[in-house]
């Protein structure tokens, strides 16, 4: 349904190493980087996340009510991509758990990276 997905960085170095923490438990790796942009994928895969220090030399921001959910296949890698988010100094918006009101499956956890974007980690799979 999409091609990618683009949040923005102030600092890209740092960007790496809390996404490589945090992509690590869904298989995700560099699939691209420059000194401007940083791609995630699947191995052997196209990036499909990027992380960017805006192209108008501005400094990035979140979108209020703005979220990227990524995909997990089990709910223990959402576990795993919450603490590691938290362990490079991301901020909790909502640990993991059950949140019934979405589906009877939906397993998420939320948080926000080093410069404020809302991210979700989520699986539709039962245990």
């Known amino acids: ?13 740092r960007a790496s ?7 690590a438990p869904l298989g995700l790796e560099v699939r691209f980087s420059d000194e401007s942009i940083i791609g995630w994928g699947l191995p052997g895969g196209r990036p499909q996340f990027l992380v960017v220090h805006p192209f108008d030399g501005r ?8 979220m990227i959910a990524l995909l997990a296949s089990k709910r223990s890698l ?8 938290l362990e ?9 758990g059950l949140r019934p009101h979405y589906h ?3 397993y998420g956890a939320y ?3 080093l410069d404020g974007n809302k991210i ?8």
Do not use: K, W
């Not at 190493?17 to 992509?23: E, I, K, M, S, T």
């Not at 400094?59 to 703005?66: C, L, Q, T």
């Not at 576990?79 to 590691?84: E, G, K, N, R």
């Not at 979700?120 to 245990?127: A, D, G, K």
């Open 1 to 13: 349904m999409y091609s990618h997905t683009t949040i923005g960085a102030n600092d890209l170095a």
């Open 17 to 23: 190493g809390f996404y490589d923490a945090v992509l």
């Open 59 to 66: 400094d990035p921001s979140p979108g209020n009510g703005s």
């Open 78 to 85: 959402v576990d795993a991509c919450y603490a590691a988010a």
């Open 88 to 96: 490079q100094g991301g901020t909790d918006e909502g640990g993991p």
């Open 104 to 106: 009877r499956n939906y």
């Open 111 to 113: 948080f926000r990276d």
């Open 120 to 127: 979700c980690i989520v699986s539709h799979h039962t245990e």
